[in-house]
């Protein structure tokens, strides 16, 4: 089974390389065999054209079981608790569009993205992989947006959750899914809360740590 870890940098996911280059077989610094898994490390750096350009020529050249992106999120609700691990299953684009005085209007509001064109699913960007169920079933599935400007400005922070009415924010999400939809592939999107933008509770670290256990844990139950 080959499988694509893909992350911004890695050492969000330093722990769970170095378990499964000791568990398993390193072959070189992005690539681990462990048991009949061949484990691939793609870190994209930071930058939503990075990203896509980096996930699109990969999963372009080379065939993956499975696609796991791993990242940190901000929770925009009161329920999302800090250190969660959630699955993101649909995404909006929040930073691309118009910004007015009170209103962001996005390109979906421009009419220069149309819900019934591919690889829109079921009304938006929705990720319907059900590969693997009984290992990510556990986990909360939810809706992000993908923001380059954070909603730590608080007149973004409302516009964007009155208007989306989303559970997380990442900085790429949508980057990642968006080339994945357009191929068909399966993949699944996991983010760790690194803090709450409404209730301001954070913490970093713990998030790291629950997102490398889980990533551990699902590697061995594939």
């Avoid at 960007?125 to 947006?145: C, D, E, R």
């Avoid at 509770?201 to 997102?211: G, R, S, Y």
Wanted: charge should be neutral; include cysteine.
């Amino acid at each position: 089974m080959k499988i694509l870890l893909v992350c911004n940098n890695r050492n969000l996911i330093e722990e769970t390389i170095n378990y499964y280059q000791e568990k398993g077989k390193k072959i070189n610094e992005n690539s681990i065999l462990f048991r009949l898994h061949n484990i691939e490390i793609l870190e994209t750096g930071a930058g939503g054209f990075r990203v896509s350009q980096r996930i699109t020529e990969t999963i372009t050249k080379d065939r993956f079981n499975l696609t796991l992106k791993l990242s940190e999120s901000y929770g925009l609700r009161e329920n999302i608790e800090v250190g969660e691990v959630l699955n993101v299953i649909r995404d909006f684009p929040a930073t691309d569009g118009e910004l007015l005085e009170n209103d962001f209007t996005d390109l979906y509001d421009q009419q220069l993205f149309n819900i019934e064109e591919p690889p829109h699913q079921l009304g938006g960007l929705v990720n319907k992989t059900n590969s693997y169920m009984n290992i990510f079933l556990p986990y909360k599935k939810v809706f992000g947006i993908t923001a380059s400007i954070s909603s730590k400005n608080e007149m973004l922070r409302k516009i964007r959750i009155n208007k989306y009415k989303p559970h997380i924010e990442t900085a790429d999400g949508l980057y990642f899914s968006y080339p994945c939809l357009l191929k068909r592939i399966s993949f699944y999107h996991l983010a760790a809360v690194t803090e709450n933008l409404v209730t301001g509770k954070k913490n970093a670290p713990l998030a790291t740590t629950e997102l490398n256990t889980q990533l551990i844990d699902i590697i061995q139950k594939l």
